[in-house]
């Protein structure tokens, strides 16, 4: 269907390198490459989230009390014949976080992603909300633009909590509280879910299907 990845071996307008797989996001937009930016606080999972979209142990994520990644990094993988650019980031939207030390990652951020089409991941936990997240939203808006929720998928890692309390996400969505719920009909319902304990691979299709529905959204209004 439209907007999936899909096999195009006939496309005339593959330019093509290799594979011939391109990412069909409408008629006459074609990407091959996606950058996708991991955000959100320190600790919700993003380099974990990362590794799990590359497949391999690329980004160093582990407990800590104090941050763990410091610096804006950026990691190539295929999938299904789209060449995705996984940036990973510090939390840039720490309070206590310097305004020189946030700037600094910020401009690191937006150099890494320079490159169109640019898709937002807003990684959150799903046992979580804090304070920090409450408008979280705002600080994206702030940093970089207040385009940025319609090209913003949201990421809830910590499946396996829901799978232990028997919910679907759409339950999870259902009982979230104001704060979270605002966020999420923000971002008209972008919603995945991952466990980065499992490596199963259908997670990140359905996260790549989501990064598609922006790409073709943001496509049209460009
Ligand atoms: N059980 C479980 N743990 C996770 C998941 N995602 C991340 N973690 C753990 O949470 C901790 C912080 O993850 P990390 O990727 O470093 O978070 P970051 O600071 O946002 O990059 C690590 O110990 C991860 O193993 C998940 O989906 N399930
Ligand atoms: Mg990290």
């Known amino acids: 269907s439209d907007g999936e990845f899909q096999s195009c071996s006939n496309s005339p307008t593959l330019v093509s390198q290799s594979p011939c797989l391109v990412f069909i996001i409408s008629g006459n937009h074609t990407y091959t490459t996606v950058n996708l930016v991991l955000l959100g606080l320190a600790g919700t999972g993003k380099s974990a989230s990362?590794?799990?979209?590359?497949?391999?142990?690329?980004?160093?994520?582990?407990?800590?009390?104090?941050?763990?990644?410091?610096?804006?990094?950026?990691?190539?993988?295929?999938?299904?014949?789209?060449?995705?650019?996984?940036?990973?980031?510090?939390?840039?939207?720490?309070?206590?976080?310097?305004?020189?030390?946030?700037?600094?990652?910020?401009k690191r951020c937006k150099e890494l992603c320079e490159s169109e089409p640019c898709v937002f991941v807003l990684v959150m936990h799903v046992s979580r909300f804090t304070d920090g997240e409450r408008d979280i939203l705002k600080k994206l808006e702030n940093t970089f633009g207040t385009k940025v929720k319609e090209q913003t998928v949201i990421l809830f890692t910590r499946g396996d909590n829901l799978e232990e309390a028997e919910m679907s996400l759409e339950d999870f969505l259902h009982s979230c509280q104001p704060g979270l719920k605002e966020i999420i009909e923000k971002c008209d319902n972008r919603c995945v879910v991952f466990e980065n304990r499992s490596s199963g691979s259908d997670q990140v299709e359905k996260l790549m299907n989501t990064v598609s529905v922006v790409l073709k959204k943001t496509a049209k209004i460009q």
């Open 50 to 106: 990362g590794n799990t979209i590359l497949g391999k142990k690329h980004f160093v994520s582990k407990p800590s009390s104090n941050p763990v990644t410091t610096e804006c990094q950026v990691a190539e993988t295929d999938v299904n014949s789209v060449h995705m650019r996984v940036i990973d980031t510090p939390d840039m939207f720490d309070d206590d976080t310097e305004p020189s030390v946030r700037d600094k990652h910020v």
